[in-house]
């Protein structure tokens, strides 16, 4: 079946400027994940969600930084005024509920590659 | 806070020699383990998991690692490695108490030459 979807997969914008990232996650999946990157580094929590709710958005770096994801399936972060620190792979994961039991692995998706110039 | 520490950034090795891959985690808490495996342009894939039970986790493509508690580590091996284990490996860990989080390390880049 299909796995976790990001798109777009690379996205260049200027300093200052507004961007969607968005993720499918695999179908029945009821919790999401949203992880960035930086280079050279490992991944970092952002905000997990329990269907259409946010039950932690403690890793998200400020208040310019948001997520939604309306229907409990796909989800968007939201970047606004963004700065050149922004830069980076930002991963969406998705798995069958939330927690770490023999069914919750977290799936990954291939990310979506922010350059903010 | 927990965090990860992967000492090797990179790790070059011949083809069908042995590897580990080394990883300290910072609390003795009760945790949950990972590897991860990073191919380029792809994303992120479960290698193994350790969770409760066996401290020895056998994982995919051969590899295992193996639990220490007091030394709180989970190094991660394979006995022979071949060309296309070439790849960016993650040890993350996660908490009983926020066990959705994945805290990973900064990963090691394990080189295999033929």
């Known amino acids: 079946g299909a796995g976790v979807s990001q798109t777009p997969s690379n996205k260049v914008t200027e300093k200052g400027k507004y961007v969607e990232l968005r993720c499918d996650p695999i179908?029945?999946?009821?919790?999401l994940y949203w992880y960035r990157q930086s280079l050279g580094q490992g991944p970092e929590f952002l905000i997990y969600?329990?269907?259409?709710?946010?039950?932690?958005d403690s890793g998200l770096p400020n208040d310019r930084f948001f997520a939604v994801r309306p229907e409990g399936s796909v989800s968007t972060l939201k970047i606004q005024r963004t700065e050149r620190g922004d830069s980076a792979v930002y991963l969406c994961?998705?798995?069958?509920?939330?927690?770490?039991?023999?069914?919750?692995?977290?799936?990954f998706g291939p990310g979506t590659r922010l350059t903010v110039l | 806070a927990q965090s990860v520490t992967q000492l090797d950034s990179q790790v070059p090795v011949f083809e069908e020699a042995p590897v580990e891959l080394r990883c300290n985690y910072s609390s003795s808490v009760s945790v949950y383990l990972f590897w991860y495996v990073q191919y380029p342009n792809q994303g992120l894939q479960l290698l193994l998991k350790y969770l409760s039970g066996s401290t020895l986790v056998k994982g995919i493509n051969g590899f295992e690692a193996e639990f220490n508690k007091s030394q709180t580590s989970f190094h991660l091996r394979k006995p022979s490695v071949h060309i296309s284990d070439t790849a960016e490996y993650f040890c993350?860990?996660?908490?009983?108490?926020?066990?959705?989080?994945?805290?990973f390390g900064s990963g090691t880049r394990l080189l295999v030459r033929p």
């Open positions: 179908s029945g999946h009821t919790a």
């Open positions: 993350a860990v996660s908490d009983y108490g926020s066990s959705y989080k994945l805290i």
């Open positions: 994961a998705s798995s069958l509920m939330g927690g770490q039991g023999a069914r919750n692995e977290q799936f």
């Open positions: 969600f329990q269907g259409t709710g946010a039950a932690d």
